[in-house]
């Protein structure tokens, strides 16, 4: 789970003009690369449900109720704030690295080998039926009987212990009582605090029978990201992540989201060096040391564009074409680069 940003504009009856009554609607042949341009070329961006904001509209996320932690947990400091606010902000403008070769080191693997034994479990319970509110659900549960605290929850406010997002939304859905649906396709974002340290991990998995444009989709992430994983190593240029991702996908009908970010972890959650997934021409240079995540979000078509949610968090593609996400820890080492969630 990343940052807050700020939305893109989007009037909600330019989604609605596309003839979706309700929250969701079955897609086929009528997703234009921009729904506010009509004469813009329709594309076939395969069959599936649209997830849309539930009617009507709710400001933020103060009505959904917080999952209980045991006081014996060890929290964050965010978590123990009013708003779920960060205490200072001096952390996320160091340098982001931490000393290898010792207890801070080991403590990061740990936090990072749990992210991914959680994210593993969370694939384990997505099956047609079940509701994102379920899988939230679980996921707590077996946050805390590893004597971890979930990340997300309280922080800066959101409600819930992972995020999951659903066909056209980006990243950041809010778990919720909707039953997972054949076709689905759904992000589950894992982040967890163990002893002092954040582990960070993502997967896009595939609900019953998804369609073939679906399942290319999360296809396509995945190798974005193993590229963008290749590139990594001491002394290499941050912005080679973004271009390993968008030679890639240059002459494919996919578009990286701008929008969101890979970010420094340890002992913040999220911190410096930030990581782009679009071509850029940021500066800095990986270093031993520097641990970072890497979460390409991939869209279909040629329009990268979201829009939030009246909930502030939810991001969907503008036009809600699918958008799949897959997200690893990256440790810089003396010699390499470590994939901590592999």
């Not at 340290?197 to 609900?207: A, E, I, K, W």
């Not at 019953?208 to 193993?226: F, I, K, M, S």
């Not at 240029?237 to 968008?246: E, Q, T, V």
Request: negative net charge.
């Amino acid at each position: 789970m990343l940052r807050s940003i700020r939305p893109t504009t989007l009037s909600l009856g330019a989604l609605f003009r596309q003839q979706l009554n309700g929250r969701r609607a079955s897609v086929a042949r009528w997703m234009s690369t921009d729904p506010v341009e009509d004469h813009e070329e329709v594309q076939d961006f395969g069959d599936y449900s649209v997830i849309l904001p539930e009617e009507p509209f709710v400001f933020g996320v103060s009505h959904i109720p917080q999952r209980p932690v045991p006081e014996y947990i060890p929290k964050p400091p965010y978590a123990l704030t009013s708003d779920g606010s960060i205490p200072g902000d001096g952390p996320r403008k160091d340098s982001g690295k931490i000393k290898l070769g010792g207890k801070e080191e080991s403590l990061l693997r740990q936090a990072a080998k749990l992210a991914k034994k959680v994210r593993d479990f969370a694939g384990s319970q997505v099956k047609v039926g079940v509701t994102t509110d379920t899988i939230d659900s679980a996921i707590h549960n077996f946050i805390l009987a590893h004597s971890a605290y979930p990340s997300p929850l309280r922080y800066q406010g959101y409600p819930k212990s992972c995020c999951t997002s659903i066909n056209n939304v980006i990243v950041h859905g809010i778990p919720d009582k909707r039953p997972l649906e054949n076709g689905d396709i759904i992000n589950i974002d894992i982040t967890i605090f163990l002893n002092g340290y954040h582990g960070d991990t993502s997967q896009t998995f595939l609900v019953g029978d998804v369609d073939g444009p679906g399942r290319e989709l999360v296809q396509v992430t995945n190798e974005a990201l193993e590229l963008a994983i290749a590139v990594c190593g001491p002394g290499k240029p941050f912005k080679l992540i973004g271009k390993a991702i968008h030679d890639f996908l240059h002459n494919k009908d996919y578009s990286v989201s701008p929008q969101f970010t890979g970010h420094g972890i340890g002992t913040v959650f999220h911190r410096t060096p930030w990581i782009m997934h679009h071509l850029n021409d940021e500066p800095g240079i990986m270093e031993p040391g520097h641990c970072f995540t890497i979460e390409p979000a991939i869209i279909q078509g040629t329009n990268p564009r979201g829009w939030i949610f009246p909930d502030g968090w939810t991001a969907s593609t503008e036009n809600c074409a699918r958008s799949a996400q897959a997200e690893h820890m990256i440790l810089i080492t003396e010699t390499g680069a470590d994939v901590l969630t592999r």
